[in-house]
C-alpha cells in the first residue's frame, strides 16, 4: 500500500514528492502520482523517481493512505469528484489556492482534510509553508502534514482563516524579494558594478541577512541598528527608502495579496 499519492504533477508536487525521497523521509516506491500531461508526468517522474500514472488516478487512490491534490483550483472537481466514492476514507491533503476545507470535504467525503499553503522556494529546499487541519482530522493527519512539509523547509499549524495572509506573506512573498534583489542589483549596475558580480552580491546579501534573523533570534530592527552606524553609508540608504515609503509598500502588498487570495476564496472582499 502507497503511503502518499499525488494527483497533479507539477513544479510544487514535484519538490514536494523529490524533497520525501532525498531526505529519505518515504521510499520512492512507497508514493505514487498521476498526471494526465506526458510531459509533466516524465519531469515529475525525473525529479522523484516515482512512477508516475497518466490513464487514471484510481488504482492509485484505492491502494493510498493519503492523498496529496495538487492541481489548479479551477481543476478541482474534475479531480476530485468523479472518485469521491474511494476518497472518502482518505487524508485529504490539498496545496489548491484558496479551494476551502469545507469544499475539500464536499468533493471528497472525507473529513479528515489539510489544507497545505507551500511557497516557491520548496524548489529548492528552502520552502515556508503552513497548513489547517479540518476539526476532524487526527492529530497523526497533522504529523504527516509536519512530516511531509519539513522535507522541503519549514513549516507552521495555523488556522484555516489565518491561511489568505499566508498566502500572502510566504505564498507570494518569494516574489516581492525576487523584486528587491533585482532592485539591489540595478543600484550595484547604476555604479558600476557588473550584473552577474551584483545579481551575485545582491542574492547572497538577501540569504545571509535572512539567516541571520533565523539563526541568533534577534528581532530585525536589532540587526539593522547592528549594521548601521550614525551618519553612515546605511543610514544615508536608509533614509532613501524610508522617503520611498519602503516599509508602508510592503506591508501593502501583503495586505493586497491577502485580499485577494480571500477574492479568489470567495470571502470577504
Known amino acids: 500500500m502507497k503511503e502518499i499519492y499525488f494527483i497533479g504533477g507539477g513544479k510544487m508536487a514535484s519538490a514536494i514528492a523529490g524533497g520525501l525521497v532525498n531526505s529519505r523521509t518515504f521510499a520512492a516506491a512507497q508514493l505514487g502520482a498521476f498526471d494526465p500531461s506526458p510531459v509533466a508526468a516524465a519531469n515529475f517522474s525525473r525529479i522523484t523517481g516515482i512512477a508516475v500514472d497518466s490513464n487514471s488516478p484510481r488504482p492509485g487512490i484505492s491502494q493510498a493512505q493519503a492523498i496529496l491534490v495538487a492541481v489548479k483550483p479551477q481543476q478541482i472537481e474534475t479531480a476530485l469528484l468523479p472518485h469521491r ?19 475539500l470535504t464536499e468533493l471528497t467525503g472525507s473529513k479528515r482534510v489539510i489544507r497545505i499553503m507551500p511557497n516557491t522556494p520548496a524548489l529548492v529546499g528552502s520552502g515556508a509553508a503552513a497548513f489547517a487541519a479540518s476539526a476532524e482530522a487526527l492529530a497523526a493527519d497533522a504529523e504527516l502534514a509536519q512530516q511531509i512539509l519539513s522535507a522541503v523547509g519549514i513549516v507552521m499549524q495555523v488556522k484555516e482563516s489565518d491561511l489568505d495572509a499566508v498566502t500572502a506573506l510566504s505564498g507570494s512573498g518569494p516574489a516581492y524579494v525576487f523584486e528587491f534583489i533585482q532592485s539591489l542589483a540595478d543600484g550595484g549596475v547604476a555604479e558600476g558594478l557588473s550584473r552577474d558580480t551584483a545579481l551575485k552580491l ?39 527608502l524610508a522617503a520611498g515609503g519602503f516599509a508602508g509598500n510592503v506591508m501593502q502588498a501583503v495586505r493586497m495579496a491577502a485580499k485577494r487570495s480571500r477574492e479568489l476564496g470567495g470571502g470577504k472582499k
Open 85 to 103: 466514492d474511494i476518497l472518502q476514507d482518505k487524508i485529504i491533503l490539498s496545496i489548491a489556492a484558496g479551494v476551502t476545507i469545507s469544499r
Open 202 to 240: 545582491a542574492a547572497q546579501t538577501v540569504l545571509g541577512a535572512a539567516q541571520m534573523v533565523l539563526k541568533t533570534g534577534e528581532h530585525p530592527a536589532v540587526l539593522k541598528d547592528q549594521v548601521t552606524s550614525p551618519a553612515g553609508t546605511t543610514s544615508r540608504g536608509l533614509e532613501a
